[in-house]
C-alpha cells in the first residue's frame, strides 16, 4: 500500500472512533497492534463462519473489480464484510451476525496483521464499502459451493450436510 493510500485508510479508519487520535495511537504504540472502532457510523460488518466468508470473498472477487474492505479473525474463523451504516439493522441471513450501531470490532492498523485480527481486503480510504446487495448474491453462491463441496457422511437426506456453523462469538 502507497503511503497516501496508507495515510488516508488510516485516517478513514480512524474517523469511525470517538478519539482518532487515541486510535491512532493504539495503533502505533499498544503492543495488540488494534484498536477497538465503533460499527454504525461509517460502516457496518456481516460476520460470516470462516468458510462461508472465504468462499463468499473468491466469489465477489470474481463478479467486482475490488470488493470492500474484509476483515478476518484468528484461523479465519469468522470473515467481516464492511457495509454501509444501517445494513446491520436491516439484515435477516441465517447464520450471519451483523454488528451496527451499539457493537464495536477489533480493528487492526490499516496495512498490519497481528495475532488477532488481518486485512483479506485493505480498506483503501476512499469509503468504498460492500454493496449489501451484491455480498448476499454471492453469499447465496457460495453457500451452494460449500454445500456442494461438503462430504457428504451417509446420513439420510436433509440431515446435516452442507451447513456452515459460526465458530463462536468474538467478532473479528
Known sequence: MSGETRQSAL???????PRPAVCRWEWERSPEGVALLPAGRRWDVLILPGVLGLATLDVLARVID???PVLADRGQRRVGFFVPPGTAGRWLGTG?????????????????????????????????LNDPAVLE?????????????T???GR???????EAAPGGDRTP
Open 11 to 17: 485516517e478513514w479508519l480512524a474517523s469511525a472512533a
Open 96 to 128: 450471519v451476525r451483523a454488528a451496527g450501531h451499539g457493537s464495536w470490532i477489533v480493528v487492526p492498523h490499516p496495512d498490519r496483521s497481528v495475532p488477532a485480527a488481518r486485512w483479506l481486503v485493505h480498506p483503501d480510504g476512499s469509503g468504498t
Open 151 to 153: 462430504p457428504r457422511t
Open 156 to 162: 439420510a437426506s436433509g440431515e446435516g450436510g452442507g
Open 137 to 149: 448474491l454471492a453469499m447465496h453462491e457460495a453457500a451452494a459451493l460449500v454445500a456442494d463441496a
Open 66 to 68: 475490488r470488493p470492500g
